[in-house]
């Protein structure tokens, strides 16, 4: 007997399987926790070393989670561009952190080094709880921060005062999107305020071509860049963060506060558009977990004065 199925039923089949979570392939999502402890350099922050132990927290829980990254090991695949692990700091693990859940900070003194007469060390401890995966296939991505707009320029360290631009290239073509975080608030620099349309989310990158962001001069998109400078009132060093987000797919924007308009040395200067971290950590979240091959890989710059 021959069966036929109505519009509607299909219409219900496809629905259906659009509210199942990631779809019938979707990997299943695990709860992990991991903890670290780094010793407080004299020639290091405690916000800085509070960043490398919740990079290492989260690197022991992916590996409670999932184990142990090995360079030899033949589930680890390079497919036409793409590698299956994710890269946390410089190390690679088999997992991809989805979001964190809980985070906790300590302060101790190595005690079982106490001597009569001699400073102990102190040591930040970090105890952390969140949502892991297990690494899916993303681009092989490379990027830069520089002080120039070329490739051999400082990276790192910038003066207040000074330009930035960031150098970067794919092996695939995919949507691009840059911010910097201060501290206090998460800016987007990237897109330019001069896209529109399907690129005002994330801008569109094609493959092996390589792009150095925020220079007129060395301009590959046809859009006007926005040109970014550095600065800082703060006589020792600031740390702030850039995020280079990329995805093969495009992604939706997270909701922004407007520019602000602000008068510096004499000049009128724009303040890009914002949002709290806490709001940027579950955009960022919420990517992960829908988009398998979604990156955000940061990089983190010094802000220095000039003497």
């Given at each position: 007997m021959t069966q036929f199925i109505t519009r509607n039923k299909v219409n219900k089949l496809i629905l259906l399987l659009l509210m199942l979570p990631g779809g019938l392939s979707a990997q299943k999502i695990l709860s992990a926790s991991g903890t670290a402890q780094v010793?407080?350099?004299?020639?290091?922050?405690?916000?800085?070393?509070?960043d490398i132990a919740r990079e290492m927290a989260m690197i022991n829980a992916i590996e409670n989670a999932l184990g142990t990254y090995v360079e030899q090991a033949t589930?680890?695949?390079?497919?036409?561009?793409?590698?299956?692990?994710?890269?946390?700091?410089?190390?690679?693990?088999?997992?991809?952190?989805?979001?964190?859940?809980?985070?906790?900070?300590?302060?101790?003194?190595d005690k079982t080094h106490d001597r009569k007469g001699q400073e102990l060390d102190n040591y930040i401890i970090c105890t952390?709880?969140?949502?892991?995966?297990?690494?899916?296939?993303?681009?092989?991505?490379?990027?830069?921060?520089?002080?120039?707009?070329?490739?051999?320029?400082?990276?790192?360290?910038?003066?207040s005062g000074e330009s930035v631009f960031l150098l970067f290239k794919s092996p695939i073509d995919g949507y691009l999107s840059v911010f910097l975080d201060d501290g206090e608030k998460v800016y987007r620099l990237f897109p330019y305020t001069?896209?529109?349309?399907?690129?005002?989310?994330?801008?569109?990158?094609?493959?092996?071509?390589?792009?150095?962001?925020?220079?007129?001069?060395?301009?590959?998109?046809?859009?006007?860049?926005?040109?970014?400078e550095f600065y800082s009132v703060k006589q020792s060093a600031e740390?702030?963060?850039?995020?280079?987000i990329f995805s093969s797919k495009p992604f939706e924007k997270p909701i922004l506060d407007d520019q602000v308009q602000k008068p510096m040395e004499g000049k009128e200067y724009t303040i890009p558009k914002s949002l709290t971290y806490k709001e940027f950590s579950k955009w960022l979240a919420q990517n992960r977990a829908v988009l398998p091959g979604f990156i955000d890989a940061r990089v983190k710059v010094a802000i220095l004065q000039k003497n």
């Open positions: 010793k407080i350099e004299t020639n290091v922050t405690k916000d800085q070393t509070k589930d680890i695949r390079i497919d036409e561009g793409k590698v299956q692990y994710n890269i946390i700091g410089t190390t690679k693990v088999k997992g991809d952190w989805i979001r964190t859940t809980d985070e906790k900070f300590t302060e101790e003194a952390i709880k969140g949502e892991v995966r297990e690494a899916t296939p993303k681009p092989m991505i490379r990027f830069e921060t520089l002080s120039c707009p070329k490739a051999d320029c400082r990276q790192s360290e910038f003066y001069s896209m529109s349309g399907e690129q005002y989310s994330a801008g569109l990158i094609n493959g092996d071509k390589e792009y150095i962001l925020f220079s007129k001069k060395n301009n590959e998109l046809s859009f006007t860049p926005d040109e970014l740390y702030n963060s850039i995020f280079v």
